[in-house]
């Protein structure tokens, strides 16, 4: 085996967003740990997230500033405008690459960035996709790229309920046209903001290698699938992506500071029973509707559960009046970034509301907590089809989407069951837990990891 050195360089770019830096900048300990040179692209206003890491190690870590390109107002989804204008950093990678003694010899992008596939054609470079989102959601948003027109030729009414079944993936999946990602379903061919997003997904699958942040245990026949698919090997399955040591003030910081409330929020959780709490989060992005929060927060009321409750200043107008009072004795409304992972690992949470992003679901594997779903948008159905019907994890606590809205009595129900007794979900989510733990610790995971860093090495 090839012994990586320092002069080993890598470009690592991550699209902006919590759920696409976090897993970013845990990738990058474990490659340093293997000896490799890191660069990271990261805005000026993210730095204070890369800077603890950059002090770990100042002589093979190193940033790459860039002011976030301004986004020309279009009519298109706002991921799509957002996409594109990462586009504009094209020419300003190419002459940093170019000005530097030692420039890298890949960039590890995140798959939203589908372009960089072309600036490392044209950098003589391999580009590696990092997908902080999970091979099963990814099959399924790639084959759905493939084929849309025809698809869309199928269901040409769109009939929210039109069926899709994907046969050609692993376990068949089937699922509603209103479950397919917005961009897709408003998707006009030949439109140029369109064509240029679903070529930078396409693009994903021409690249030299894919790095998925799961493992064999939860999604390897995803993996075997996407091998086939992409007709290589060099895809890997390295996650759960967790801060390298498990070191409790890293994994507090995990992300970003968190308020005042912090102190309080652990000597709360301190005093409950082991795996009494509900924890409900729904990610960086989500904010629920009015009445989607009153649907929770009444089910809240009506169940017997302690519960913690993030809502995020943007979302908190919803909030019923008088429900943080009620429930004081009960619960907590957290209006704030709050430590995710410090607060999965308590012992007194033993369920998770959430909204199935990626990130957080490998959290609450790793954790070992019983999740319901509740997906709203993008591979969020998907991640909760895995969870629920494949791996028997997690139970839905919604059907899921902006429209949609749980039932408050069977909701309440669901809660107060799922804490009580050793349900079957619970079982299975604790050993999903210990083949989570088993990949990270010279397992499959560390196993794909060291392969890739030989690869690249010998470059
Ligand atoms: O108060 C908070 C809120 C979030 N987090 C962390 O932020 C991350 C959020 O990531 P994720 O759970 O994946 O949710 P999103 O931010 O919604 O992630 C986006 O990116 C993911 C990865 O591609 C996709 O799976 C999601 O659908 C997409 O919305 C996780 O690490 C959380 O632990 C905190 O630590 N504190």
Redesign the pocket.
């Known amino acids: 085996m090839s012994t990586p050195t320092s002069n080993t360089h890598l470009l690592l770019y991550s699209f902006p ?4 830096i ?2 970013l900048l845990d990738l990058t300990q474990h490659l340093l740990r293997r000896g490799l040179t890191i660069t990271v692209m990261i805005t000026a206003a993210d730095t204070h997230l890369l800077n603890p890491l950059i002090s770990l190690h100042p002589s093979s870590l190193h940033k790459l500033i860039y002011n976030e390109p301004e986004i020309t107002p279009s009519p298109h989804h706002p991921l799509i405008t957002k996409v594109i204008s990462t586009q504009k950093l094209f020419d300003f990678i190419v002459q940093w690459f170019q000005s530097h003694p030692s420039p890298p010899v890949a960039i590890v992008s995140d798959f939203l960035l589908g372009w960089t596939s072309e600036l490392a054609s044209r950098l003589g470079i391999r580009r590696v996709v990092f ?4 091979a099963f ?1 990814s099959s399924i948003i790639h084959t759905l790229w493939q084929s849309i027109d025809e698809i869309k030729a199928r269901n040409h009414n769109r009939d929210d309920n039109f069926l899709l079944a994907l046969q050609e993936i692993p376990n068949s999946p089937e699922f509603p046209w209103r479950h397919v990602p917005v961009i897709m379903r408003d998707y006009i061919k030949g439109d140029q903001d369109f064509e240029s997003f679903r070529t930078g997904m396409l693009a994903n699958m021409t690249s030299w290698g894919i790095m998925y942040n799961t493992f064999e245990n939860l999604e390897g026949v995803y993996i075997d699938y996407m091998k086939k698919y992409v007709g290589h090997n060099t895809v890997w399955a390295v996650g759960p992506l967790l801060p390298e040591k498990d070191d409790p003030v890293a994994i507090m910081k ?3 500071s ?1 308020g005042s409330l912090l102190d309080h929020l652990f000597t709360w959780l301190d005093e409950k029973v082991d795996e009494s709490v509900v924890y409900i ?6 904010v629920l509707s009015e009445r989607q929060m009153h649907a929770l927060t009444g089910s809240l009321e009506r169940s017997t559960v302690g519960f913690i409750l ?1 809502v ?1 200043e943007s979302g908190s107008s919803s909030l019923p009046v008088g429900f943080e009072d009620r429930m004081a004795n009960r619960g907590l409304v957290v209006k ?6 410090a607060i999965l690992r308590h012992p007194a949470v033993g369920l998770f509301i ?8 490998l ?1 609450g594997i790793a954790s070992g907590v019983m999740m319901l779903t509740w997906p709203m ?4 159905f998907a ?1 909760a089809a895995l969870l629920v019907d494949e791996m028997g994890v997690g139970k839905r606590a919604c059907e899921g989407g902006p429209e949609s809205v749980p039932d408050v009595v069977e909701l309440a129900q669901l809660m107060d069951e799922s804490l009580s007794g050793n349900r079957p979900e619970r079982v299975k989510i604790k050993e999903l837990k210990r083949a989570a733990t088993k990949a990270v610790k010279q397992g499959t995971s560390t196993r794909d990891l060291d392969v890739f860093v030989e690869l690249i090495s010998e470059m």
């Open positions: 967003g919590a759920g696409h976090i897993p997908s902080p989102s999970g959601s995990r992300g970003g968190s989060c729904f990610g960086s992005q989500v993030c995020k704030d970034w709050v430590p995710q992972l959430t909204h199935c992003g990626w990130n957080s679901i959290e948008i993008a591979d969020q991640n």
